[in-house]
């Protein structure tokens, strides 16, 4: 797999319109690389760094699994690295003005909008002072070889979450996502029917954006276990129940851990406050504005919690679903 997955990536660009595609997912039409179901859109990024994006040692790159706690997760890092310069009980903080997503940028995604600009031929984030920190929702095994490859510097933060949860969030904001896209395209016309059904046999199929999910978790646990200096691998429901604990460890890891005088000084406690659900979505930046996707920024914050497909999905469902994560996963280690 990890042979196939490579070679394909080596020159994919001339690889897509031969790739495998799945419709009927949505938003995107989805193209499978490697093993993984990537959104076609996404694919020339995809190739585009790895021909020309240039590490560097202290980069950090936050990866996930999409609805998994991508947004938290660049909000605590953001906080956490840039807390001398903007201390997190600032009023004007950049994160009470603006999206986290505008405060850390996806990896692959400037370099997808770049293709087809006059930019094409450029490493977008050469100019981005040190340290970077840069967001992903790439699977381990389709990452740069110059990003992974021992001794290349640079870390990676992982964020995985209970697979029906994920699937349930993203079920939802994809609804939402449609709902405020036919509103804008077409006022009257309502957006195409997605039955949560039909979302489900595909998720648990291994189609869904970044899918499948069980495997894009593996794929950064095993390393984790392999290189814990290079993969830091945390889980959504772990930060829900000790958040400062979280951002202690986020904070070692990244390199700047807290000083005893800064935990005195509360200053986990406001980095963990600043960057809580009811403070992202209340903040000026969440309440309007959308991403370079056209997303509602807001859109990325709704309940939080851990357990909520317990209200959207049959006990049978997610028998059904555990039964072929566990399956998937048998003789790894790894549980959810
Ligand atoms: P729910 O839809 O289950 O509420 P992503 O950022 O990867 O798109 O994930 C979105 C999920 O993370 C949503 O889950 C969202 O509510 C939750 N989330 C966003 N910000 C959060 C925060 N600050 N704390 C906890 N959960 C958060």
């Given at each position: 797999f990890?042979?196939?997955?490579?070679?394909?990536?080596?020159?994919?660009a001339?690889?897509i319109?031969?790739l495998p595609?799945?419709?009927?997912?949505?938003?995107?039409?989805?193209?499978?690389l490697?093993?993984?179901w990537?959104?076609?859109m996404i694919?020339?990024?995809?190739a585009?760094?790895?021909?020309?994006f240039?590490?560097?040692?202290?980069d950090?790159f936050?990866?996930?699994?999409?609805?998994?706690?991508?947004t938290w997760?660049?909000a605590?890092a953001?906080?956490?690295?840039?807390?001398d310069q903007?201390?997190?009980?600032?009023?004007?903080?950049?994160?009470?003005l603006?999206?986290?997503?505008?405060?850390?940028?996806f990896?692959e995604?400037?370099?997808?909008?770049?293709?087809?600009?006059?930019?094409?031929r450029?490493?977008?984030?050469?100019?981005?002072?040190?340290?970077?920190?840069?967001?992903?929702?790439l699977?381990?095994?389709?990452?740069?070889e110059?990003?992974?490859?021992e001794g290349s510097?640079?870390?990676?933060?992982y964020?995985?979450?209970d697979?029906?949860?994920?699937f349930?969030?993203?079920?939802?904001?994809?609804?939402?996502?449609?709902a405020?896209?036919?509103a804008?395209?077409n006022?009257?016309?309502?957006?195409?029917p997605?039955?949560?059904?039909?979302?489900?046999?595909l998720?648990?199929?291994g189609?869904?954006?970044?899918?499948p999910?069980w495997l894009?978790v593996l794929?950064?646990?095993?390393?984790?276990?392999r290189?814990?200096d290079k993969?830091?691998f945390?889980?959504y429901?772990?930060?829900l129940?000790?958040?400062?604990?979280?951002?202690n460890?986020?904070?070692?890891f990244?390199?700047?851990?807290?000083?005893?005088?800064?935990?005195?000084?509360?200053?986990?406690?406001?980095v963990?406050?600043l960057?809580?659900?009811?403070?992202l979505?209340?903040?000026k930046?969440?309440?309007?504005g959308?991403?370079?996707?056209?997303?509602?920024?807001?859109?990325f914050?709704?309940?939080?919690?851990?357990g909520?497909w317990?209200?959207?999905?049959?006990?049978?469902?997610a028998?059904?679903?555990?039964?072929?994560?566990d399956?998937?996963?048998?003789g790894?280690g790894f549980?959810?």
């Amino acid at each position: 797999f990890l042979k196939a997955a490579m070679a394909a990536s080596a020159g994919i660009a001339e690889l897509i319109p031969s790739l495998p595609i799945e419709t009927r997912c949505q938003p995107f039409h989805l193209r499978q690389l490697g093993g993984f179901w990537l959104p076609e859109m996404i694919l020339p990024g995809v190739a585009a760094v790895h021909a020309r994006f240039e590490p560097r040692p202290d980069d950090v790159f936050l990866a996930s699994f999409p609805k998994s706690g991508t947004t938290w997760l660049k909000a605590l890092a953001f906080a956490t690295l840039n807390r001398d310069q903007h201390p997190p009980s600032d009023a004007g903080h950049p994160l009470r003005l603006r999206s986290p997503h505008d405060c850390v940028s996806f990896f692959e995604l400037p370099f997808a909008l770049a293709e087809g600009s006059g930019r094409a031929r450029e490493d977008v984030f050469e100019a981005f002072p040190s340290p970077r920190v840069l967001a992903t929702h790439l699977p381990y095994h389709l990452l740069p070889e110059r990003v992974v490859a021992e001794g290349s510097g640079g870390r990676i933060v992982y964020v995985c979450r209970d697979p029906k949860d994920a699937f349930v969030s993203g079920w939802l904001f994809t609804k939402k996502k449609m709902a405020a896209d036919a509103a804008k395209g077409n006022a009257g016309v309502p957006p195409p029917p997605y039955p949560l059904e039909q979302a489900f046999e595909l998720f648990c199929d291994g189609r869904s954006v970044g899918g499948p999910q069980w495997l894009h978790v593996l794929g950064y646990w095993e390393e984790s276990r392999r290189r814990p200096d290079k993969v830091l691998f945390l889980r959504y429901e772990d930060m829900l129940r000790d958040p400062a604990g979280n951002v202690n460890k986020l904070a070692e890891f990244m390199g700047c851990p807290f000083s005893g005088e800064e935990e005195a000084a509360g200053v986990v406690d406001a980095v963990v406050e600043l960057c809580s659900l009811d403070s992202l979505k209340g903040s000026k930046g969440n309440r309007s504005g959308t991403t370079k996707l056209n997303i509602e920024n807001g859109s990325f914050f709704r309940k939080g919690a851990a357990g909520d497909w317990r209200n959207h999905l049959t006990p049978e469902m997610a028998a059904r679903l555990d039964e072929i994560v566990d399956g998937a996963l048998q003789g790894s280690g790894f549980t959810f």
